[in-house]
């Protein structure tokens, strides 16, 4: 039988009453009167009295064996795939002069299978890859909310003495600033923090969580004891409940505020010679040596001035330079299948499109060099916005007048949603890895023209009355890794 009494000093031996059944609820679940006010009062039509527990939990036994067996299906097919892992897990750089006949023909068979799950194994992730990046945040989630507490109360004493450390702490280090600014007569600390809501070893006895009692205080029960009916309790929940979340969310407000407010320090110099002050100063500035990312800054010209001469103030800021950013790879404008790396500059995928922004400017001419660092089969060109949206930016190419790009393939054709009978047409040209191609738009002559180093590879008219933006298409012919293209420079309406 378990512990008939609830175990948290301040609710005075209280008996247990019942469970909470909340899916969220990250509170002790058998509750006594004082949890169900302090712990469950947000969720108390989700609690379920002793007597319901039993013919609750035995009402759940058909789903509990469904799922079981629902996730044994899957657990035969990750066994499968270990399988074939382990098949796969063979040395392929042994001394096949050493081998017998069988040995050699097991050893071929091996490698010769190796393309086979290659495309096998592709064909999973790009069919579900998605699916299984799922499961795994919904299993973490789940096990998370299922954690078991084997001990609630020993938990919330451990999280008590790391609170009481920080203020020890705490204290401690205050006490030596005063010591080391009180060696100056004249100085006065005056502190802009509400003492009250500072946190001493003393107060905190007073302000501390209800703890558990001991096993000697467990097996004494108190005398005259009331015990509450379920026809007593009703009212008494109500009127408590009500109370408690008021003080709740004024509480929430107070601590919200005190993390809201910058760290300040405000120190009265009446009689501080210019030396003194700048003593002080780095005195006060040791506190945030510690943390890289805040400076703390000093406001000379209000030293300096007399008016300001009675106040000192030091104010901790985060610095965050901003970034900027030219042209660039848009991660908003690209298919899930692209990753983008250094700030934008390099894209990386098996499958769709990648836009860059910002847009081509709709007048004059400009200029996008673009680097081809591993190449299976990629697509380089201009292309609207809209269209390629509408379509999950992995339109089909062969639809002339849906797709809406102008693009020319490494394996030598050109697509146009402006004149078809350059869409989807083999031309004279070709690139490959480690090439450089300059793509120029000319929105004066409505032209776009595509060249290496050496040759042009080819021009196309594109309709220059809609807005345009630079883009690359990558395609899997293959197995292989990913393919690859960076930004190396561009003009924009030069």
């Known amino acids: 039988m378990f512990e008939s009494t609830c175990q948290f000093e301040s609710h005075e031996l209280k008996p247990i009453l019942g469970v909470c059944t909340n899916l969220t609820c990250k509170n002790f679940r058998p509750y006594c009167h004082q949890c169900l006010i302090e712990f469950h009062s947000d969720h108390i039509t989700e609690i379920r009295d002793l007597q319901q527990i039993s013919f609750w939990a035995q009402s759940c036994a058909p789903l509990q064996e469904q799922l079981i067996q629902s996730i044994n299906q899957y657990s035969s097919i990750v066994d499968k795939l270990t399988n074939l892992k382990n098949s796969l897990e063979f040395d392929t750089q042994i001394d096949l002069s050493q081998l017998r006949l069988s040995d050699l023909d097991c050893h071929i068979t091996c490698v010769v299978n190796l393309s ?104 004494k029960q108190p005398q005259n004891y009331y015990v509450n009916t379920p026809q007593t309790r009703s009212q008494s929940y109500k009127n408590q409940i009500s109370a408690t979340q008021q003080r709740n ?168 949603c402006f004149e078809q009978e350059l869409n989807n047409v083999k031309q004279k040209l070709n690139f490959s890895s480690g090439d450089r191609i300059t793509i120029i738009v000319n929105y004066l002559q409505s032209q776009i023209t595509w060249k290496t180093k050496y040759k042009n590879l080819l021009t196309m008219r594109f309709d220059s ?5 630079v883009c690359v298409k990558f395609q899997k012919l293959r197995f292989s890794n990913d393919s690859q293209v960076e930004i190396l420079n561009y003009e924009l309406n030069n």
């Open 249 to 416: 969310s004024i509480s929430n407000l107070k601590k919200q505020n005190i993390q809201q407010k910058p760290k300040q320090l405000l120190v009265n110099t009446f009689s501080l010679s210019s030396k003194e002050q700048s003593n002080l100063l780095q005195l006060l500035g040791n506190k945030s040596e510690d943390d890289n990312k805040k400076s703390i800054k000093t406001q000379p010209s209000e030293i300096q001035a007399p008016c300001f001469q009675d106040q000192i103030f030091i104010q901790q800021k985060e610095l965050s330079p901003p970034k900027v950013y030219g042209f660039r790879f848009s991660d908003n404008l690209k298919s899930q299948r692209i990753k983008l790396q250094k700030d934008g500059k390099v894209a990386k995928g098996f499958g769709g499109f990648v836009l860059c922004e910002p847009c081509i400017p709709m007048e004059g001419q400009s200029t996008f060099e673009i680097m081809i660092d591993k190449c299976d089969l990629v697509y380089l060109g201009i292309c609207n916005k809209y269209a390629v949206q509408s379509y999950d930016f992995e339109p089909n190419m062969q639809a002339f007048d849906t797709h809406g790009s102008y693009l020319i393939s490494n394996n030598g054709f050109s697509y146009s």
């Open 116 to 219: 086979s799950i290659q495309d096998f194994i592709q064909e999973i992730f790009n069919k579900s890859q998605d699916q299984l990046e799922l499961v795994s945040i919904l299993c973490k989630e789940t096990i998370s909310l299922q954690k078991f507490k084997d001990n609630i109360y020993y938990q919330q004493d451990k999280a008590e003495e790391q609170q009481v450390e920080q203020i020890e702490i705490i204290s401690e280090t205050n006490e030596n600033q005063k010591q080391s600014i009180e060696k100056q007569p004249d100085i006065q600390i005056v502190s802009n923090v509400d003492e009250s809501k500072m946190r001493t070893p003393e107060k905190q006895k007073k302000n501390e969580q209800p703890k558990p009692r001991n096993s000697e205080q467990n097996r």
């Open 465 to 469: 009355t809609k807005e345009m933006y």
